[in-house]
Structure formats: C-alpha cells, structure tokens
C-alpha cells in the first residue's frame, strides 16, 4: 500500500473532495484525522466507512479559522497515531461576489477559512515535521483560481492565489528539512460546493461544453492525485501546484 501507517489530517474532510481524500488515503494504509465544524453524523458515518474497510480513522471538530482549534487539530494526530506525516489543507468556502459587492466581514471570512488557517496549519505542522525529524509533506487544495481570474468570485480567487504563493514560498524555505508543499489546483468538481451550477441544467450544460474532457471532476479524481503526491513516488516534487481541471484552463472558444 502506498501510505501504510502513515499520519494524516485532512481539514474539511467530511464532504465532498475531502471525504474522497479521507477515504482513498485509508484504503491505502493510512491512519486518518477528519477535521470538521458541520454535520457530525457525516463524519461518525465517514469513519464507519473507513473501519468496516479495514482502515483507521478519527474524527475532530475543528474550526480552521481559530488557532486554537488548529493546534487542537494537530495534537489529535499524535495523540491518536503517534506522529503526523502529511496535512491536507482541503477547507475552503466561497462567497460569489464581486470586488464591488463583497463586504469586509465576506473577506475576512473567506481569508480566514481559506487562507489564514492554511498558513498557520502549515506553520504547526512544519514545526512538528522539523521536531519529529524525518520530513513531512502540506497538500493544500487550491484551484484552478489560484492562477485563473473567476469575476464575480474574487476573494475566493485572492485567498486561492495566496495559497499559491504560500506553497511555493513556504516550499523553498522548508525544502532543506525535507518537508514538501505541494498544491493540487482542481477545476470543477461535483461536490457540495457547486451545487447551485450543477443544479441548474443551463449552466451545467455550459460548464460541460467549456472543458476539454466535457464532464465535471469527480471528487475521486483529485484523491487519487492526492494519494501519488502523498506516496513516495512524488518524493522531488516541491513548491509547485498540480493542476487537475480536465483542461478547462486550456479551453478555448472553437470557431
Ligand atoms: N468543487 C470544486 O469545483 C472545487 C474546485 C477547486 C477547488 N476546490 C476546493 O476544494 C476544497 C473542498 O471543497 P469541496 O468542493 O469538497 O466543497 P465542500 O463544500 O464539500 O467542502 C468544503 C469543506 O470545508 C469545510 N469547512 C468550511 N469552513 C470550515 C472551517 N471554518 N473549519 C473547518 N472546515 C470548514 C466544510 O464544512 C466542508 O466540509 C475547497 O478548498 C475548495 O475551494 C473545489
């Protein structure tokens, strides 16, 4: 197995590309902490799932945002496992609003869930990378918006750009401790946070047609990406952002 015994924290992981990533990790051996702040009975039935396929998994209600919280978050981990080996910061939420609409709670709010808590995440898990001595790995999924204008979203795409720069920043200066940082950029998946586009048979249509592949991710899709960057086999790849988006930011309007 690819991730035998190895220690990882997913924040956000009871739904959606978290939940696909909590799942395709344990199958490969790993032992799992699923962060969450919403829905305890989807994660009590997420660990079910896990354990009825062999594998381990806690749960532990965390909001991201606090740093208290997140350190709460850590300590689950080895408290649990014994170590942490990788961190996957997977939260993130949106608010669909211009430059012109978005007020400043909206931005702090995004900044937080989405930023904030992936840097000092980071922070805490790289200290204990560097205590424990053997190197570590953050996967942080961002988006194909950490690179891609998305109006009418922008302090999403702002946070998602600074995610972008935190690997590659974070990434250098952790290098020499043999910590990796590594984002995956997803285009559109089917998950919770699309559903007012996937539900509306129009724009689906639309978003279809705009991607080379012509179907949204499925939130496996970007696990099983997760997995290899999380496995031995991605050991040189640092600082940099994998994008999985079906082509859709090759995409260009046929005449
Ligand atoms: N679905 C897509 O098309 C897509 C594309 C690119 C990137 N992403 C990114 O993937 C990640 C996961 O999104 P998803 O698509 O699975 O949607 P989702 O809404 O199913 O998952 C988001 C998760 O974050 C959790 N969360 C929100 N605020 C939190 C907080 N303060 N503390 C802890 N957890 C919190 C939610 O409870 C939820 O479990 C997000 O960062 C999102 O930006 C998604």
Redesign the pocket.
């Known amino acids: 197995m690819l991730l035998e015994g190895k220690s990882i924290v997913v ?10 990533i909590v799942l395709a990790m344990a199958a490969e051996g790993a032992n799992v902490v699923v ?5 305890e009975d989807a994660t009590e039935q997420l660990i079910r799932q896990v354990e009825a396929a062999g594998g381990k998994a806690v749960g532990v209600e ?5 740093s208290d ?1 997140l350190h709460r978050m850590m300590q689950t981990a080895v408290d649990s496992f014994g170590r942490l080996d990788v961190l996957v ?6 608010t669909r609003q211009s430059l012109l609409d978005t007020t400043e709670e909206d931005y702090e709010k995004v900044m ?3 930023m904030k ?1 992936a840097f000092f995440a980071s922070q805490a898990a790289a200290k204990r990378f560097i205590e424990q001595g053997d190197g570590g790995l953050v996967l942080n ?5 950490e690179d891609w204008p998305m109006p009418g979203n922008i302090a ?1 795409c702002v946070s ?1 750009g600074g995610m972008r720069m935190l690997t590659r920043t974070a990434g250098v200066e952790l290098g020499q401790h043999g910590i990796r940082m590594v984002n995956i ?10 559903a007012s586009t996937t539900s509306n048979e129009d724009l689906l249509g639309k978003l279809q047609d705009a991607i080379p592949l012509h179907r ?2 499925e ?1 496996s899709d ?1 696990a099983d990406v997760a997995v290899f960057l999380a496995s031995g086999r991605a050991s040189y790849m640092t600082a940099t952002t994998v994008v999985v988006d079906g082509g859709i930011m090759q995409g260009s309007v046929g005449l």
């Open positions: 924040t956000g992981g009871n739904s959606g590309i978290g939940k696909a962060d969450y702040v919403a829905h965390a909001d991201i945002s606090r919280d910061n997977n939260a993130g939420i949106e937080a869930v989405n808590s999924i961002s988006s194909v918006h999403y998602k950029a997803p285009g559109a998946v089917d998950t919770p946070i699309n949204l991710a939130a970007i």
